[in-house]
């Protein structure tokens, strides 16, 4: 069974308009911690955003958020205010254990953003 | 700022050749891994380290290698290049500290012809 499911392979926003990227988990490990990472067509992977499991309040960094809902096993991306910049891949990842788990992460297969202007 | 090297962007090898990859990361980082992406596949990981010359396999180890001799420096290796080892290459580091976040390479893309 996959561990990180990410539903939309593809999504379009218009420029300036705020978007969800989803993303749903399976673990049963009370310890794990939830990334997110953004892919531009250069190839390089950015770290965006990190929730822990234990975190009692949603990740925010700028114009991105983390919707974490633990009893349903998602942790949706928010991006608000999309820039033109934002046309990338969106993969979701997910470390389980706490520490001494070395950081191991495990991706989804990714969800690709088009910002129409 | 934080820096994850890879010796090429683009790579052409043939079949049967012995092909090196090499990472190299500036920020002291314990834990080193090595990833190949596939369209539809998202990225699966191959090798990682969490010392030097300590090694663990991934989730698609078979017909790669990896060595960390130093800290610093990761590499790939592709004993026998094969087609279906043309993909994307990504390396990454972490630090040995919660919550682990991994910082990647430019990527390599290889193609084995």
């Known amino acids: 069974a996959q561990k990180i499911t990410q539903t939309q392979p593809g999504m379009f926003v218009q420029e300036k308009e705020a978007v969800t990227l989803d993303c749903t988990y399976d673990?049963?490990?009370?310890?794990?911690?939830l990334f997110w990472y953004k892919q531009p067509s250069s190839g390089e992977m950015i770290f965006l955003i990190y929730?822990?499991?234990?975190?009692?309040q949603n990740a925010t960094e700028g114009r991105y958020s983390l919707n974490f809902q633990k009893a349903r096993k998602s942790a949706n991306l928010v991006i608000s205010a999309s820039q033109l910049g934002d046309s990338a891949m969106y993969f979701c990842?997910?470390?389980?254990?706490?520490?001494?788990?070395?950081?191991?992460?495990?991706f989804g297969k990714g969800t690709k953003l088009s910002v129409k202007p | 700022d934080v820096k994850v090297t890879q010796s090429s962007r683009y790579l052409v090898k043939r079949t049967g050749e012995k092909v090196f990859l090499e990472c190299v990361q500036d920020?002291?980082?314990?834990?080193m891994f090595w990833y190949r992406q596939d369209p539809g596949l998202g990225l699966r990981l191959i090798y990682f380290?969490?010392?030097?010359?300590?090694?663990e396999k991934g989730d698609i180890p078979e017909g790669y290698s990896v060595s960390r001799e130093k800290k610093e420096r990761f590499s790939l290796i592709l004993e026998s290049a094969s087609t279906n080892q043309t993909s994307m290459y990504l390396c990454?580091?972490?630090?040995?500290?919660?919550?682990?976040?991994?910082?990647f390479g430019p990527g390599t893309r290889l193609t084995v012809t």
């Open positions: 990454a580091s972490s630090p040995g500290l919660f919550p682990y976040e991994q910082y």
């Open positions: 673990t049963s490990d009370p310890s794990y911690g």
């Open positions: 929730q822990g499991s234990y975190d009692q």
């Open positions: 990842a997910m470390r389980e254990g706490g520490g001494g788990s070395q950081g191991n992460l495990i």
């Open positions: 920020m002291d980082h314990e834990n």
């Open positions: 380290s969490y010392d030097v010359k300590m090694k």
